[in-house]
């Protein structure tokens, strides 16, 4: 049998992200591919009880790491106790969210194995039993398979790509604790504070369905039309780069290049141009609406559908038509 | 107080990539070089530190071939005092051997912060600059939005999935810089003749081979002809019925 197949999960407050099922099961996946065990590594202070449920995805052994320290994650601690479990678990593969968390942990453990890591990943595949990943680079202006010289190999995968698999109940994993130590002293850059968002706030990277507004927006008393549309197809609110510089949204709430990358089911661009910027970061939506108001606007080359339009009589009329066929 | 920024020079955002005949690189011959922007976020906040406390010094370190000089040239201009090119060749490194490579040079080194772009817009890798804060068993907050120094310590803020981390370091300290830590300045006329006359120190450092190469590059799916459904709010129910029967995006 090889080498295991580990993953590093991500939950909050006892609930685990959407994307560590995704992980899991791709994890599973790619185990299956090369014949050997999914590991998952569960860190957190009450966790144990959530834990068996990655068996319902594909994991065959859980590892739980409870300490009161890592209740939410700090780049020392969960670094330490990262590593202490792949020494224990000796992977050939290592795989993490490419989350604020998994993004922030990946390259330190990295170094600190002297490994290299692929970031942000779109695709896995096993290729004579080494892995392969294919993720973009120059803004998503080129896809490109990386092939590992190092082990384990470790992959960051991009949240929304890869699908979870249908949890099975009758399928279980073995749980066992691991030993760690850890006090205040192995930290050298402590939470002081943790400012949580707009409570039941889905983030813009695991958002199914996004709805975007750019300059043509003109104020920011304007998006709330666009909030209307969202709260009617269960979306979240998205901007251009304009919008943001102009102070209307948060910068959370960018998308692109120098903003967050999604790919949600449905991305509607409401007044954004469709700057190459612009579109690095949600050309990889599954389906893309856009309305403007400008027939040779960019964004109409890369949109499924457009309506050219003035948005202010557009978008009210879409949120009527999809509350319609919401209710029924 | 001693600042590096690790700073590397990338393709203008506006570039359009070219695949190379090997398909494992990209061609380039019509790239037009600048500063990788998220560095130019690095660099700003750099000055303004150095500005606020009326002292000390900034100094960039760039690993790159000869032509990273101008992007060098670009972080001098806009106030960096000095800095340091480690050269190497043109060919692909992958993120440890520049971490590995930065970090030979910046052992020998005094610095309280020492600051990176989040990621370069050129591998995406996201990288670096932990990768530095492990080698060298510095703390590190990365892509950071705020960043306070009191009392020998630095507090920084970082955004996360639906809200937002703010993390207490001690110092010497590792960050890596998000867009909205600050507005980076245009260099003025005399920061761009200043610039030009400083020195940028050479050293050579044996760099690791890759532990991770390119296979295969290829340019994404290009997306199939969208459809215009039509103009104006008339137009809306025929847009609605093809995202509920066509894409069944909804
Ligand atoms: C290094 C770098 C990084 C960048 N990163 C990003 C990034 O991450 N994200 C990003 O978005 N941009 C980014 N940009 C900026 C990018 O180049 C564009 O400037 C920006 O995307 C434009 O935003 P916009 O489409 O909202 O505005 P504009 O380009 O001004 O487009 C506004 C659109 O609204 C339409 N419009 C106006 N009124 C109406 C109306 N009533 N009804 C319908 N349509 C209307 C217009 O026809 C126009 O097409 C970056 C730029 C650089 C140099
Ligand atoms: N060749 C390099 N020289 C200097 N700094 C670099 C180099 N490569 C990356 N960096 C720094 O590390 C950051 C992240 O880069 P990356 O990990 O490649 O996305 C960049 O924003 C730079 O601050």
Redesign the pocket.
Known sequence: MSKPVFVITEQREGTFRKVTYEIVSEARRIADKLGSEVVALVPGNAVSEIAQELGQYGADKILVAENDILAHYITDAYRKVALEAIKQVDPDVILIAATAQGKDLAPRIAAGLGVALATDCTGLEVDDGKIKARRPMYANKILADHAFESSPQIASLRPNIFPAQESDAGKSASVETLDISLSDDDLKAKLKELVAGAAGKVDLTEADIIVSG???M?SPENYKILEDLADVVGGVVGA????VDAGWRPHAE??????KVVSPQLYIA?????????L??MSSSKCIVA????PE?P?FEKADYGIV????EVVPRLTEELKKVVDK | MNIVVCAKQVPD??TRIKIAGDKKSIETADINWILN?YDEFAVEEALQIKEKLGAGKVTILSLGPERSVSAIRSALAMGADDAILIKTSDEYHDSLSTAKALAEVLKDMEFDLLLFGKQA?DDDNLQVGPMVAELLGLPCVTSIIELDLQDGKAVARREIEGGAEVVKTQMPAVFTADKGLNEPRYPALRGIMMAKKKTIDEKEVAIDDSRISIVNIEYPPSRKAGKIVGEGADAVPELVKLLRDEAKAI
Do not use: W, Y
């Open positions: 750019g300059r043509g003109k251009s780069r304009a919008a960018q998308v692109g290049q120098t903003g409401c007044g954004i141009s469709g700057s190459i910027q612009h690095a970061g309305i403007n108001k400008d606007a964004i339009g003035d948005l202010f | 955002t506006e922007p817009v």
